[in-house]
């Protein structure tokens, strides 16, 4: 399943994040591919941005819908990467264990898009699924989140530049058919909202329940 959130940065908070990158260094992205996907990543990094990457994890966790989607145990650093003319990712599979002294098991990958849609050309991230392919193109400032272990390419960009944060997070739920009954639950919840509290109870009751099953902690 993949999933939207809107609006993790905006106003200001992008502003910030796009003045922070125009002032960057870039380096061929391909030095921090996994073997695998290294033949296939013809693009641009922008290493050394703890600090802006710190900035942007916290936006993405108070985003509303955040917790629920990835339900997060730890998450890598932040990256940064940039397309130009001519430069795409082919497709590829995320690695699925990441990080050398503290490792991570990449559940969930994500790309916020930080480049406004009609200033670049091509770009789309484009992920497989059983019905074929979903190409993905979001308003700067919004993220979507999917499965690592999915098949996936950025599309060629043919003019102007394509900017997004990029990261991976391991789920306390492992299971990405949990996840989304899980999420469907707390969707569901969270209209709920303004219910009498004995009504919803029993769907707070199994919201809970059903984390001690499945979560890893
Ligand atoms: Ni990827």
Redesign the pocket.
């Known amino acids: 399943m993949l999933i939207v959130l809107a609006g993790v940065l905006e106003g200001e908070d992008l502003a910030r994040v796009r003045a922070r990158l125009d002032q960057a260094v870039w380096r061929d992205g391909k030095a921090t591919a996994g073997p695998a ?1 290294r033949a296939v990543k013809n693009n641009l990094q922008a290493p050394g941005l703890a600090d802006l990457g710190a900035f942007v994890m916290d936006a993405l966790k108070r985003h509303p819908l955040f917790e629920i989607a990835a339900r997060p145990r730890r998450a890598s650093p932040v990256m940064f990467s940039k397309y130009e003319p001519g430069m795409d ?1 082919g497709p ?1 599979t ?1 690695d699925a264990l990441m990080g050398v002294e503290e490792r991570l098991r990449a559940d969930l ?1 994500y790309t916020l898009f930080l480049a406004d849609p009609e200033s670049y050309d091509g770009g789309a991230l484009t992920i497989e699924n059983a019905a074929g392919e979903q190409a993905i193109k979001l308003a700067a400032g919004d993220c979507v989140l999917y499965p690592s272990g999915t098949i ?1 390419h950025v599309a060629p960009v043919s003019a102007g530049a394509r900017l997004a944060a990029v990261g991976w997070v391991q789920s306390t739920i492992r299971d990405a058919g949990q996840r989304e009954i899980l999420f469907d639950l707390s969707m569901t919840r969270m209209r709920l909202a303004n219910a009498p509290r004995e009504d919803v109870l029993r769907l707070d009751k199994s919201i809970s329940n059903l984390l001690r099953m499945w979560a890893e902690v």
Do not use: C, I, N, P
């Open positions: 996907a990712y590829h995320d990958s996936h």
